[in-house]
């Protein structure tokens, strides 16, 4: 199937975690079915993700000229909003993730687009390096906020 044509909202999108890392970072690698997914609930927001070069800057004394190079990649942070909700399988691998030193694996699931019969899916390969709850004034819903420290080029399987 040829690429989305129509804007797409993420109403259905789900987002996975897994302790286990695929033998290889790749499609086939990530959708190894020997990998034990655990969904994570009540998401308010995916927040983003995506690549930022670092820019490094060189400026000679006779022309004063800012030269720039295109330098290091950095796939960042991907910060979710979560609702605290104490008996999901799913947050309670987040908590455990930020106290380790261990790389996880996360599945991002995108709904359907129309004529799709799989949905597209980000796979990442990150670092949980924030768990922190998200209290607030009298009529806020608890939250917790979670930080992804994506450590490779994410692998996007579009969908089909």
């Avoid at 993730?97 to 004529?115: D, F, H, M």
Wanted: hydrophobic share 40%; net charge negative; with cysteine.
């Amino acid at each position: 199937m040829a690429e989305g044509t129509i804007l797409q909202t993420m109403a259905g999108a789900k987002l996975y975690v897994s302790a286990e890392l695929p033998a290889t970072y790749d499609a086939s690698g990530y959708a190894d079915t020997g990998i034990d997914w655990t969904e994570v609930g009540e998401i308010e927001d995916h927040g983003g993700h995506g690549v930022t070069a670092n820019i490094p800057t060189f400026t000679a004394v006779d022309d004063a000229i800012v030269q720039k190079f295109k330098g290091s990649k950095n796939y960042g942070t991907k910060s979710l909003v979560v609702g605290n909700l104490p008996s999901d399988a799913g947050q309670d691998l987040l908590a455990a993730a930020a106290e380790s030193n261990n790389r996880y694996s996360v599945k991002i699931e995108y709904a359907l687009r129309q004529g799709e019969s799989t949905g597209e899916k980000h796979y990442l390969d990150v670092l949980v390096n924030s768990f922190a709850y998200a209290d607030g004034p009298v009529d806020s819903i608890r939250k917790i906020n979670v930080g992804l420290e994506i450590c490779r080029k994410p692998v996007i399987v579009a969908g089909a």
